[in-house]
Each structure stands twice: as C-alpha cells, then as structure tokens.
C-alpha cells in the first residue's frame, strides 16, 4: 500500500490512455496510467476470441500521430485481426516508452474529489492511493463485459467463455460441442471460426443482426501506396466525415433514384464489402422508408444464402431499421448455418430457461455442450465509469447522478466533477465512430486545453451545468430526427436489464462535433469554468 503525489492519473492503457499518456508528457505533466490487464491494448487486449477483427480497414484504424509509424507499419489484410492490433498497440508502447508510466493489474475501485485542495484521489484494488490534480477516465466504451442474467450460470460443468475476456492461451474446441449465446458483433465474428472446429456448434440467437460481409483479404499494394503517398490528408479528410471513416458516401436519397440504380448501388456496396454499405444513400438513417430499401436487400441476401427457408428468415433481421443497431461485418457469418455440424436455436420463440449443468435449457429443450460462449457483449459507454465509486463535489457519485442516463458536457466532462475528464465518454460520437480518430481527438482537444490553462496559470476546469444541460438536449435532439432510437440496442442501454433507455453517444457527426469542440475552445472554453486552484461551488454554477 502506498501513496504517490502526481499531476495526473490516467485510468486504462487502450489506445485512448495510451495516447493521452503521450500528450500529458509533452506537456510536461507527469502522469501515471492505471491498468488493470497486464499490458496496453484496451479491447484488443481482452478480445481474443476466434475471429475478432476490427471492421475499419486497417488503413484508417491506427494513430495519426505518429507519420513516421504510419509510412513504416505495414498492415498485412484490409481488415486487421486482433493479434496484429495488439502487436501493433505493443509497438507503439515500446517506441514511445509508455510502460514506464504504467501500473498494470491495477484497477482502480474509487476516485474523489476534496473541495478544498481541487485534488482527486485515486485509490486501488491494491489499495494504493495516487493523489493527482486531473483524472482522466480512458476506461473504454466497451470495456465492460457483460454476462446475461440467466438462471443456474455458475451450474455449468463444461468450461464457459465471455468473448471479451478471452483466455490468452487460446482454447482449441476440436471435438467439442459448443454453444454461443448472443449473436451480436463478436458472435458474428466466433462462429464461422467456431464452427470449423467443434464438433457441433449450438447459436442461441435472441435478435438477428445485420451484417455486410468483409471481402477482407490480404494488403493490396496499391491501395497502401494510395494511403501513404498522402496519409495527412487522406486523415484530414477522414476526420470530417460522420464516421471518422473515409468512404464514399452518396448524396442521393434511396428513394430519388429509380429502383435500378438504388439496386446496383447496394450490389456494389454488398460486393466491395464493409460498413461502407451504410453509405449508400443520403437518407438510410433518417428516413425509415428509405431505410427499408437497404434493409430488404441485405434480407433478400440472406435468403440467398441461407439453403434452409426457415433458418433464413430467423437470421433475418426484422423489426428495427438497419444500421440502428450496430451493424456487423462478417467473414461467412450467414454461409456457416448451411453447415451440418450448426444449429440455430430462436430464443425469441423459446427463452432460455436456465444454464444446466449440462448445457443450455429453453422452454422447449435442453442443448448439451462442452463448452459455452458468452458473446453477449458490454455495459456499453458508461458501465466501467459507474463501477468505479466516483465522488465530485459534494461527495455527490457519477453513477448516481447518471440513474437516469449519462450527463455530459461534449461526452468530455460532468458538472460536478471538475478536472475529471472522459475520453470518448458518453455525449460524444464514440462507438458511432472510428474510435482511433474519436479517441485522438478528444485526447488532442485535452490535451490544448491544458495547455491553455498552464499558459495563465489556471489549474481547474469545470463544465458549468447549464451547458452540459444543453449539450444533452442537443445530443437527444440530434438522435431523435434518426431512426436510431426506434432499435432496442446498447447505444439505448437496452442489453443491460434496467439501464435507462437514453441514446448516449452523439450522432450529429465526427466532423460537425469536432468543429463545435474547436468552435468552444476558441471562445475560451466557453460552458467550462477555469480557475486557479480550489473553485467553490457556488463558483462552478
Ligand atoms: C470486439 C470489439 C471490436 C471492436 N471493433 C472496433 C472497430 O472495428 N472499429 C472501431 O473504431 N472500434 C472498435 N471497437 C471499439 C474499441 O473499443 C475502440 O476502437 C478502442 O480500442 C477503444 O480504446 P480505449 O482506449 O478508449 O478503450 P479500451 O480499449 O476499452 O481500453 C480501456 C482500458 O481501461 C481499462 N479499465 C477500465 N476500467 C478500469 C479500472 N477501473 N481500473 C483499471 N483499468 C480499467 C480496461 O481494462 C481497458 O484495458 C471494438 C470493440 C470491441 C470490444
């Protein structure tokens, strides 16, 4: 047990802490990085299931920071699979000599804030205590797995799996019978891989999901040499689009052009692969009848694919439009139910009943296995910043003035919680975005701004209540003219059993929030209150 005075505690060693390390350096700011895995990497640490990938192409899904690392890393497929992310994480953590300044299999249990001295504490599962005067949570938007509430879990006497704490040592499933529960972004990623190798694999699927097929495939040299011969500016680019994702997007609405046209748009799309699908038209998440052209097509796909008339339909999505729940990109996800060795099982039509020792009991049957696979997904955005017993002014929690939905200002801060910062936190594009660009610029948008405030020897900063109350206004506002809100998806909360159903990141755009963020700065940091030292409440109002 021990107690370190330091400027800044940065808590997770993904991409977001990894960075922000980095920048509070160059600042002059020492800092220390709390992690509770054994290395950096984040998700890409914890995710190492069969399969898992990232679904931006690898181009696109790594810093910009570093122009040299860019023109030299050489990504080997167009989608990058999680072993190669997290060796590239690893580089740059050796280049840059981060680790130096990061405490692994710690994690942190409590942060509070003192009135008085405008400092936090920061205290440890270890019980080690780190006084700083910022805090800056880059705990992850999907850092947090979850396991669903079924009846008799721990009752399983075969070997059970979360997807997003993978063991690291790999599990070979040769001979097995396996079941998958969840049929989300990771599952869809498992079990083609899955499938090749058990003996018999069981899909329990509640809710179908979209999913665009990935054509990944081995680096095309030309299309790497197009990306660096002017990496700056094809970034640059990126940076402003809604996505953070530099792909073609049609102008066109999806019911302008004459069904032809809308048909070879989809086919190209479908054909070239990738999320870039959504890009089709103009309208696909705003207009729910222009949304249901692209959602039809990618059902007539896969009834195309799917050889039994009835597994098909099951595995087509109904219900919510396309691309409101996350979409999915695939490696012959829908191609794997024509397998013998697969078996779809609709728990929509027959709820899990409980977890037996034997497998898995719904209301019509029980499925033995060997194995089960939780690919149930996260408390998405806001579950690893609620588990940690955040106190801001007033010993007042986070989590409790979150009961009713996150509140924030930009998704970077909380009113109440001065020098607390989130990165990608919830308000913010986020999980709607390329996460390396969103990461990259909130971590450089802090990052200025404390360079602002050590300028005019200012020390705390506050987001006042009045502007993160109108910045949540702007944020349901902005959700509510799209379709998103009509999908009971994580981005509502709706996989967590008793999590508000509030829309939590910002869907106005990667482009439009970063010139609103850089608009604020430029006028003085407009809606945040800074100060020199202690600020008293009445201050902060
Ligand atoms: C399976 C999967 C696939 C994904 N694919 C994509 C993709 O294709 N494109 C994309 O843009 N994004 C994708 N993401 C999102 C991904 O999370 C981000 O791209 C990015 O890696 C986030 O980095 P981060 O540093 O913000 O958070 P993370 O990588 O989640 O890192 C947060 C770290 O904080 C640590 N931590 C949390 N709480 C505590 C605590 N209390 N104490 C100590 N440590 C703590 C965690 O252990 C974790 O290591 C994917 C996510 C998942 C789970």
Not at 443 to 468: F, K, N, P, Y
């Amino acid at each position: 047990m021990s107690e370190t005075r330091i400027d800044a505690v940065i808590v997770g060693a993904g991409f977001a802490g990894m960075y922000m390390l980095h920048r509070l350096r160059g600042l002059g700011i020492a800092a220390v990085v709390l992690e509770q895995g054994e290395d950096v990497g984040g998700t890409w640490y914890w995710n190492r299931y069969p399969g898992a990938r990232c679904d931006v192409e690898s181009m696109q899904y790594s810093f910009s920071f570093l122009p040299e690392l860019q023109q030299e890393w050489r990504w080997s497929e167009r989608f990058a699979s999680q072993p190669e992310i997290l060796r590239y994480a690893a580089h740059v953590a050796e280049r840059l000599d981060l680790r130096r300044d990061m405490r692994f299999h710690t994690r942190v249990t409590r942060a509070a804030f003192d009135e008085a001295s405008a400092l936090w504490t920061v205290e440890t599962d270890g019980g080690d205590r780190y006084i700083a005067r910022y805090c800056v949570m880059a705990t992850g938007c999907l850092s947090t797995a979850k396991l669903p509430e079924i009846e008799g879990l721990g009752s399983f006497e075969g070997a059970t799996y979360h997807t997003g704490a993978w063991p690291h040592e790999g599990v070979d499933f040769s001979g097995k019978r396996v079941a998958v529960i969840g049929t989300g972004s990771s599952a869809i990623q498992a079990i083609p891989v899955i499938a090749q190798q058990a003996a018999h694999l069981t899909v329990f699927q509640r809710t179908p999901n979209f999913s665009i097929p990935s054509r990944n495939a081995p680096m095309d040299d030309d299309y790497e040499s197009w990306w660096k011969s002017d990496y700056e500016a094809h970034r640059a680019k990126a940076r402003m689009m809604r996505t953070g994702i530099l792909y073609g997007l049609n102008d066109k609405s999806a019911l302008e052009v004459p069904p032809e046209e809308r048909e070879a748009e989809y086919e190209a799309r479908w054909a070239r692969g990738g999320t870039a699908f959504m890009g089709a038209f103009s309208d696909l998440i705003t207009n729910r009848e222009a949304n249901d052209t692209a959602a039809e097509f990618v059902r007539r796909k896969i009834r195309g694919i799917v050889k039994d008339p009835k597994v098909a339909e099951l595995l087509a999505p109904k219900g919510y439009p396309i691309g409101t729940k996350r979409i999915c990109v695939d490696t012959e996800y829908f191609e794997t139910f024509n397998r013998p060795n697969v078996t779809l099982v609709d728990v929509r039509e027959a709820p899990i009943e409980a977890i037996t020792p034997r497998g898995v009991r719904t209301r019509t049957g029980e499925y033995e296995c060997d194995a089960l696979v939780f690919a149930t997904g996260f408390d998405a955005m806001t579950g690893a910043l609620t588990r940690i017993d955040i106190r801001g002014r007033g010993d007042a929690g986070l989590a409790e003035a979150w009961a009713d939905g996150p509140r924030t200002y930009l998704g970077l801060m909380a009113a109440g919680f001065p020098n607390l910062f989130m990165i990608t936190g919830p308000g913010s594009p986020s999980v709607l975005s390329n996460m390396i660009v969103s990461i990259e610029q909130h971590v450089d948008w802090l990052s200025d701004c404390l360079a602002h405030m050590q300028a005019r020897g200012l020390t705390t900063i506050e987001a006042t209540l009045e502007a993160q109350e109108a910045w949540v206004a702007h944020v349901n506002e902005v959700a509510d003219r799209t379709l998103y809100p009509q999908a009971a998806s994580w981005y509502m909360g709706a996989n967590v059993p008793g999590k508000p159903r509030v829309f939590m990141p910002y869907i106005g755009g990667v482009g439009t929030y970063r010139e609103k963020c850089a608009e604020i700065a430029a006028k003085g940091y407009e809606g945040f209150r800074l100060s020199a030292g202690a600020m008293p409440a009445a201050a902060a109002e």
